[in-house]
């Protein structure tokens, strides 16, 4: 189906149910429960899951598959918001045409600095990556403020052209992105018992980018270039050897990846209209170098779920306040409670790096395939128990 195999085709309705299903299963717990802190369903934070998902996807092409470590990929991420918010600035607020400048303009710029880049490899490109991303921060902040508007960012105003859309709505107020009319903050709430459920319309535009993002990168996995690329990561002086010329594969690697950065870039732009250098820092860059490997580098669905497992701590664990862990504990006697919660403390709020860090150490030594290494080697165990549990029932003498 779709030109993949079963095991990949089975992979892409799996993500697609997960995808599709994720106002229920990021809510498991009920509105008014003590546990409603771990409920990540709301629009904002589902959309950033699938955004920086695609980003991580894109990342995993060059890192994953070609082996070549970016610390500058932030940059295409910032160049598409810039390219999006503007494109809502002159043309109109429908994010079709923002999207689709947001991948070219970032294109354009990976074909540049990944010819440059890819003139050396391992830590020299690394670090020439690093450097073009904080030239484009400097820019962005300060020498190009005419087009970035600086430090405040670039936002929409009223005086904006908008040539083929509105620039004010009735009530004088900026108009909001939309897809052909369905605005991207249009939401529908579905309460069931003690459970509320959010629809986003902004969520499933970009989950349906981020399933298509996802079959792309099947098909590239899968495709004779993708061995090509897991060539270059094997032994690229080997190919070489062979006649073979590594370099147009790992541009068009690292072209394919800025292209899916500046995708996440747009949709970002799409569903908040604000584009700011801050998303060009090198921060953002090695976010998602912890996002690949956390997953597990190299495989498909793995830079999905490091970038979710990032951003729901980002979210949602640094929630956690000395508030929420005296209500959490205030079973215990007075003198206990306060004792658990400082020793928790440092762990949770603004110290959610802290747990994050200890959880990549430990992934990084124990499970180096990440987070997909972790659930084979389970399901590992779990069928050979069931293979024993079968070889002892069927060994039983009969009665």
């Known amino acids: ?14 993500v697609a ?11 498991p717990f009920p509105t008014n429960s003590g546990l409603a802190q771990f409920n990540a369903g709301y629009p904002d934070l589902m959309q950033r899951f699938v955004i920086f998902g695609i980003f991580a996807i894109g990342f995993n092409i060059l890192f994953g598959l070609t082996g070549y470590l970016s610390f500058g990929h932030a940059a295409f991420l910032g160049i598409g918001s810039y390219s999006a918010v503007w494109m809502f600035k002159l043309l109109s607020m429908n994010i079709i045409p923002a999207i689709i400048l947001s991948v070219l303009i970032s294109g354009i ?5 990944g010819y440059i880049s890819l003139r050396r490899t391992g830590i020299y490109f690394s670090i020439l990556t690093l450097a073009f991303a904080q030239m484009s921060f400097a820019l962005a902040y300060s020498v190009l403020t005419p087009l ?44 069931v018992g003690p459970w509320s459920f959010t629809f986003s319309v902004g969520y499933y535009v970009c989950a349906i980018a981020m399933l298509l993002a996802f079959y792309l990168a099947i098909r590239i996995f899968r ?9 270059i990561k094997s032994n690229q002086t080997r190919m ?23 995708l996440a870039g747009g949709l970002l732009a799409s569903m908040d209209p604000l584009a700011g250098a801050e998303r060009m820092q090198w921060t953002a860059s090695g976010e998602v170098v912890l996002m690949t490997i956390l997953g597990g580098a190299g495989t498909l669905i793995g830079p999905v779920l490091g970038a979710g497992m990032i951003k729901y701590f980002e979210n949602i664990f640094s929630k956690i306040n000395d508030n929420v862990l005296h209500g959490w504990f205030s079973f215990m006697p007075d003198g206990l409670e306060d004792l658990v919660v400082t020793i928790i403390h440092p762990f949770v709020g603004k110290g959610w790096h802290l747990t994050l860090g200890i959880i990549f150490m430990l992934v990084v030594i124990f499970l180096p395939g990440g987070l997909v290494e972790g659930g084979q080697r389970i399901a590992k165990a779990f069928r050979g128990k069931k293979a024993d549990d079968n070889k002892s029932a069927s060994t039983e003498p009969a009665e």
Do not use: C, H, W
């Open 1 to 14: 189906m779709f030109g993949l195999d079963k095991k990949d085709t089975s992979l892409l309705a799996l």
């Open 17 to 27: 149910i997960l995808t599709l299903a994720a106002p229920f299963i990021l809510n």
């Open 109 to 113: 710029f990976a074909v540049v600095i």
């Open 148 to 191: 970035t508007n600086g430090e405040t960012g670039l936002q929409l105003t009223l005086e904006d052209p908008r040539v083929l859309g509105q620039s004010a709505t009735a009530d004088g107020s900026i108009p909001v992105t939309n897809l052909f009319g369905a605005e991207m903050r249009s939401s529908f709430d579905m309460v």
């Open 223 to 231: 495709s004779p270039f993708g061995m090509m690329l897991r060539a």
């Open 240 to 262: 070489n050897y062979t006649g073979l010329n590594p370099k147009p594969y790992t541009l068009a690697a690292f072209v394919i990846s800025g292209m899916y950065a500046g």
